[in-house]
């Protein structure tokens, strides 16, 4: 059962505009909303998070939003660098229970 | 610090071989996790680990998996016999808090 839900497996964008990644989730008990990247032949590496009562977290160029009532979230990234191509991961966890992650979206932008 | 450090980077090794995966954490952080990661499935949590105690192994896929962790500084998850459909990229995180988690540079393993 695949709890946490990245259906776009790849999206391509030009630089300077805005990349949207999305997620959804089926757990309403999640409480905590991550995003990961990963470069190709490193880990994953943490990138900002969200509780579950705010709707909106901000850091920098990265923007997380947070749509409880329909079990969203997206990422948004304003204005893209092509530094930003790698593959984003959502994630998601309950109290201190393990992490659960979505498949990844992988994130192309083109110069 | 040198991060989470794993070995080997790649295990190119033949179905029904033993193959042993290594993994050193960050010094100072309490939890590790093994994690594998797939195009079908993306990143599955294997088993996780607190202050070196197995806390959930329910991701564990069947009894040839098989994960330890004798100190803080050291784990290993062994693969006993290997099959095809094993072949995938192992990671290791290590963590002080749940969220926040280290990975390692992972192990791309191969099962012909």
């Known amino acids: 059962d695949q709890q946490v839900k990245q259906n776009s497996p790849s999206l391509s964008v030009q630089e300077g505009r805005i990349s949207i990644l999305n997620c959804d989730y089926t757990?309403?008990?999640?409480?905590?909303f991550l995003w990961y990247k990963k470069y190709p032949a490193e880990g994953p590496t943490f990138l900002i998070s969200?509780?579950?009562?705010?709707d909106k977290n901000e850091d920098g160029r990265f923007t997380v939003f947070l749509n409880k009532s329909a079990k969203h979230l997206s990422l948004h990234i304003v204005p893209s660098q092509p530094g930003d191509s790698a593959v984003y991961f959502c994630?998601?966890?309950?109290?201190?229970?393990?992490?659960?992650f979505g498949t990844g979206t992988k994130l192309q932008v083109i110069p | 610090d040198a991060g989470v450090i794993q070995s080997p980077r790649h295990e190119v090794t033949e179905m029904g071989q033993e193959v042993t995966l290594r993994c050193k954490p960050i010094s100072g952080h309490n939890s590790l996790f093994w994690y594998r990661q797939t195009m079908m499935r993306g990143l599955e949590l294997l088993i996780y680990?607190?202050?070196?105690?197995?806390?959930?192994d329910s991701g564990m896929p069947e009894d040839r998996f098989s994960a330890k962790m004798p100190n803080a500084s050291f784990s290993t998850l062994k693969i006993q016999p290997s099959e095809p459909r094993d072949s995938a990229v192992y990671f290791c995180?290590?963590?002080?808090?749940?969220?926040?988690?280290?990975f390692g540079p992972g192990t791309r393993l191969t099962v012909t």
């Open positions: 995180a290590s963590s002080l808090q749940v969220y926040e988690q280290y």
């Open positions: 757990n309403s008990m999640f409480d905590y």
């Open positions: 969200i509780s579950s009562i705010k």
């Open positions: 680990f607190n202050n070196n105690v197995p806390i959930d």
């Open positions: 994630a998601a966890y309950v109290g201190y229970q393990k992490v659960t």
